[in-house]
Antibody
Framework: QLHLQESGPGLVKPSETLSLTCTVS??????????WGWIRQPPGKGLEWIGS???????HYNPSLKSRVTMSVATSKNQFSLKLTSVTAADTAIFYC????????????????WGQGALVTVSS | IQMTQSPSTLYASVGDRVTITCRAS??????LAWYQQKPGKAPNLLIY???TLQSGVPSRFSGSGSGTEFTLTISSLQPDDFATYFC????????FGQGTKVEIK
């Protein structure tokens, strides 16, 4: 049973960089081809995929956020991280880390585990 | 790939049969999941591969569809089912529908 836990500042000033880390326990990030992703949810709104990274560093970003997003993985710590630059109030949201699915040769495998979420507020 | 859910809000009573629809902007085979989310909680996986029930999920939940049209059905709505439901495609990158909130009529 995997457990994912988000950590990072809950308050970020406008124009600064939001940084979050997800620590995975109960299994290894390197153990499979799953992607490890970040999803955000503004208060009272829907889910938006931000980006995903595989244990080997292969990354995919939401085109609408790509210019501001960087993800990295630290397999020795079983962690992956998110940096979102030049934040504004519109970036205020609950940020979830999750294990997301992957596809190989026309067959896809679903994701399943999510962290509890971390509220990040952008305000001066 | 854009995912469009309908309706945005659904009003129903305990015991009702409830159906939520999700449409993909391009074919995604059966690579679709459904999640349930309750206030203050992370989404919880209900169904994957369009129609496969996740372990531990009650059998009153079912999913169907392929290509671009998908449905989530709750055969007899229970008090614990009042929540928001999201569809999620994992065929080409990852996207979520905007959600359907099931509220008490």
């Amino acid at each position: 049973q995997l457990h994912l836990q988000e950590s990072g500042p809950g308050l970020v000033k406008p124009s600064e960089t939001l940084s979050l880390t997800c620590t995975v326990s109960g299994g290894s990030i390197s153990g499979s081809s799953y992607y490890w992703g970040w999803i955000r949810q503004p208060p009272g709104k829907g889910l938006e995929w931000i980006g995903s990274i595989q244990y080997n560093g292969d990354t995919h970003y939401n085109p609408s956020l790509k210019s501001r997003v960087t993800m990295s993985v630290a397999t020795s710590k079983n962690q992956f991280s998110l940096k979102l630059t030049s934040v504004t109030a519109a970036d205020t949201a609950i940020f979830y880390c999750a294990r997301l699915g992957y596809c190989i040769r026309d067959v896809c495998y679903h994701g399943d585990y999510w962290g509890q979420g971390a509220l990040v507020t952008v305000s001066s | 790939i854009q995912m469009t859910q309908s309706p945005s809000t659904l009003y129903a009573s305990v015991g009702d049969r409830v159906t939520i629809t999700c449409r993909a902007s391009q074919p995604i085979s059966s690579w679709l999941a459904w999640y349930q989310q309750k206030p203050g909680k992370a989404p919880n996986l209900l169904i994957y591969k369009a129609s496969t029930l996740q372990s531990g999920v009650p059998s009153r939940f079912s999913g169907s569809g392929s290509g671009t049209e998908f449905t989530l059905t709750i055969s007899s709505l229970q008090p614990d089912d009042f929540a928001t439901y999201f569809c999620h495609q994992y065929d080409n990158l990852w996207t979520f529908g905007q959600g359907t909130k099931v509220e008490i009529k």
